[in-house]
């Protein structure tokens, strides 16, 4: 994900159960609204959420463990300065939570395969 404009995340998308399938991010980058590709599957139940005009992530948190005879991210939550979004998938595993004190989320990175691996952010 490029974050080298001022990004604004505007959307999530999420395809979940036991675990997360994938995510796809919408984000406004100079002016334009941009996606990124999906990190991840197509399984599971798709679930998406929009932030409001002025609405920043502040933190993610979540669990992470074995399924399918890989380690994933099992469960996510986001909370902005609004409200909470979430959990999506399932809770078992290791907590884990990603915050931006004082600052905003504008970015991620994740890695996948079938599932969604591993996930981090950017924050300014």
Known sequence: MDISAGNRILKVQLRHGVAIDAIK???????????????????????????DDGESLRSIRG??????????????TFISDKRTYGPYGG???????????DKRI???????????????IYVA
């Open 25 to 51: 991010i919408m984000y406004r980058r100079n002016g334009a609204d941009v996606w990124t590709d999906q990190w991840g599957g197509g399984g599971g139940q798709f679930s998406e959420f929009n932030l």
């Open 106 to 120: 504008v970015g991620f990175t994740a890695r996948s395969g079938l599932y969604l691996d591993a996930l981090g």
């Open 91 to 101: 809770e078992g595993g290791i907590a884990f939570e990603l915050e931006a004190p």
């Open 63 to 76: 669990h992470y463990g074995r399924f399918a005879g890989v380690t994933v991210v099992r469960s996510v």
